[in-house]
């Protein structure tokens, strides 16, 4: 018995013999199927020519083709995504920003009411985004005390995403984590507050920044109570809110949503694949600690 | 250009500031308002966006929102009016059967998956990736794809499957009796594979030699799995249940593309029922009072499940 077989409790990985390794792999591919297989066979009939729900699969008739994606300009999608790219972009930005600077202040300088502003932040983590959604329309449509109607544009897609208790709790933890004495040593060497923080801090922070960088990407790029809230007309439309309105076509009938969803996919699937490591170190020490 | 003056700032930096002395510099780091003004994009934001949507609902909730007419004090009245609406008792009723099922279901598969996926071979690690990718899918995506896999024709593609292992066709969203377990479905096929990332980082904190000492006294699988493994799982347990009960009963996009209460109501949940109430139907303060009495459910499950944890521990 060889002590890798304690690596695991069932220690499949390590089973030997002809049956046991076809059973294992069997079972590994169905997983896959499973789990994956839908998303694939949407890859796939995004440039196909299936045209209704019967033909959806992961081997579907009929070869290839782009005319979703011709179709799918007809039907604005490419404004759809262009609409969700500069929300989140200026949301991404935005926020990082915002908990970049938070979380500087929080776990840097001594602040008497750091443990009660630490609250007030952790608190809007309990509070679910769908409990204020009607009454943040109201807030919207009228912005006190400047009288700004945010309804119908960017920015009222934008700012409410801007401050993320996730993003915050994060960074000051990592930030707290910085010895103290390359900081000193900066202000040694003459530089300001902002200096320091842009080229001291912030480089030393990049595990984090890729952390809050890669949740805060799939936060914003999932948002949809809120884009449909602020969203007046389809011009303003994100392409997750979209979709809903793409289901059938004239011409390439399902064909068109197949496109518009495989868009919609991908940016997250490619942030996932690209940040792998920052994405599962997020996962699992964000719900340890909430 | 920005280049070149970040150079000459650099040449002339010390001529240029000629005021910034150490002891000034140092003076300027113990004003108290530079942490304040860090701290002020977030707090302004919370507060717009977090902090006044939650005060304007609980008025709300008092009121009847009458828009240009002025808002109206109704006292509880909104309160008394949707928990005796019979739609929002069953939908409070479906929240908790959804939230209920899709917990224990992701959680269930979760360590299945886990126990299966666990170990550090290449394969196993493709495979893991593979299996989580339905978390990092848009939940909008998500449910446009279960909707085409769920079309109920018998040539559908989930029923073209099921036929090949000799099941009959389902009719799954498209009937009262199977769509909620379908709604279910797409829940637990985002739900495991997160559950299984979680409970892979809890059980790469159980102590090796416990397996090794436990296999030579003699415990077979499932005992070490029993008496090693799930102890040690017991706080990932409590996380998971906290959290995916929070997301199930505040439960939207799914419901809303998947079926938006269809058919018949029988998939309305609470947020379903409020946004109808709130956005379509201009009923403001009574989505309002849905929305207070959502909110209260959430920090009551959250305390409860805290305090089970308390004496547990």
């Not at chain 1, 077989?5 to 030997?16: K, N, S």
């Not at chain 1, 919207?140 to 993320?164: E, H, K, S």
Request: charged share 15%; proline share 5%.
């Amino acid at each position: 018995m060889s002590a890798e077989r304690f690596d695991t409790v069932l220690g499949l990985a390590y089973r030997r013999g002809a049956v046991a390794r076809i059973l294992v792999i069997l079972l590994y591919a169905i997983l896959v199927l499973v789990f994956a297989g839908p998303l694939v066979a949407l890859m796939i009939g995004a440039f196909s020519k299936v045209v209704d729900p019967t033909g959806f699969s992961l081997i579907p008739e009929g070869g290839f083709t782009l005319r979703n994606f011709i179709a799918a300009g007809d039907r604005n999608v490419y404004h759809y995504l262009f609409n969700s790219f500069v929300v989140v972009g200026f949301g991404l930005l935005l926020q990082m920003l915002v908990s970049v600077f938070a979380a500087y202040a929080l776990a840097r300088h001594k602040m008497r009411l750091a443990a009660l502003i630490m609250l007030i932040i952790l608190a809007t983590m309990m509070l679910p985004e769908e409990v204020i959604a009607i009454p943040l329309s109201v807030v919207l449509a009228d912005l006190p005390p400047f009288d700004l109607d945010l309804i119908g544009t960017y920015a009222g897609m934008i700012l409410p995403v801007g401050a993320w208790g996730f993003s915050i709790l994060v960074m000051t933890e990592f930030m707290k984590e910085v010895p103290v004495e390359l900081e000193e040593a900066a202000r040694i060497d003459g530089a300001g507050e902002l200096r320091t923080f842009f080229s001291v801090i912030l480089p030393l922070c990049r595990p984090a920044l890729g952390v809050i960088g890669v949740f805060g990407f799939t936060m914003i790029w999932d948002q949809y109570l809120l884009p449909l809230i602020v969203a007046t007309d389809a011009t303003q439309y994100t392409l997750p809110i979209a979709l809903r309105t793409l289901r059938s076509d004239e011409e390439v009938g399902i064909g068109v949503l197949l496109a518009a969803s495989m868009l919609a996919l991908l940016p997250s699937v490619i942030a996932f694949l690209a940040f792998q490591r920052q994405f599962v170190r997020g996962l699992t020490s964000g719900a340890v600690k909430g | 250009m920005t280049v070149r003056t970040a150079e000459a700032r650099r040449a002339n930096g010390p001529t240029e500031e000629p005021g910034r002395t150490p002891e000034r510099r140092r003076k300027w780091r113990r004003s108290p308002y530079v942490p304040w003004l860090f701290l002020a994009p977030a707090l302004i934001l919370i507060f717009y966006f977090k902090y006044l949507p939650m005060a304007y609902g609980l008025r709300m909730s008092f009121y009847e929102v009458r828009g240009y007419l002025g808002d109206l004090y109704v006292g509880g009245q909104n309160y008394s009016d949707i928990v005796t609406d019979d739609k929002f008792t069953a939908a409070a009723w479906h929240s908790v059967v959804l939230a209920v099922g899709t917990t224990a279901g992701s959680m269930f598969f979760g360590l299945i998956l886990a126990l299966l996926l666990e170990g550090s071979s290449r394969t196993l690690w493709f495979v893991r990736t593979a299996a989580f990718l339905p978390v990092v899918t848009t939940i909008a995506v998500a449910a446009e794809v279960w909707r085409i896999l769920y079309h109920p024709a018998a040539d559908g593609p989930l029923n073209s499957i099921l036929g090949l292992i000799g099941i009959s066709p389902q009719p799954f969203l498209a009937d009262e009796q199977s769509s909620l377990l379908s709604v279910m479905g797409v829940g637990i096929w985002r739900g495991a594979p997160y559950d299984m990332m979680i409970f892979l980082a809890g059980l790469a904190g159980v102590d090796r030699s416990l397996y090794e000492s436990s296999a030579v006294d003699g415990a077979n699988t499932w005992h070490r799995f029993r008496h090693v493994t799930v102890p040690a799982l017991r706080p990932v347990f409590a996380i998971l249940i906290t959290l995916a009960a929070i997301r199930g009963i505040r439960v939207f996009t799914e419901v809303f593309l998947l079926t938006n209460g269809a058919p018949n109501g029988s998939t309305e949940v609470l947020m379903t029922l409020i946004y109808k109430l709130g956005l379509q139907q201009g009923k403001l303060g009574i989505a309002a009072a849905g929305s207070i009495l959502l909110f209260g459910a959430t920090v009551v499950l959250t305390v409860a499940v805290r305090a089970l944890r308390r004496r547990e521990v």
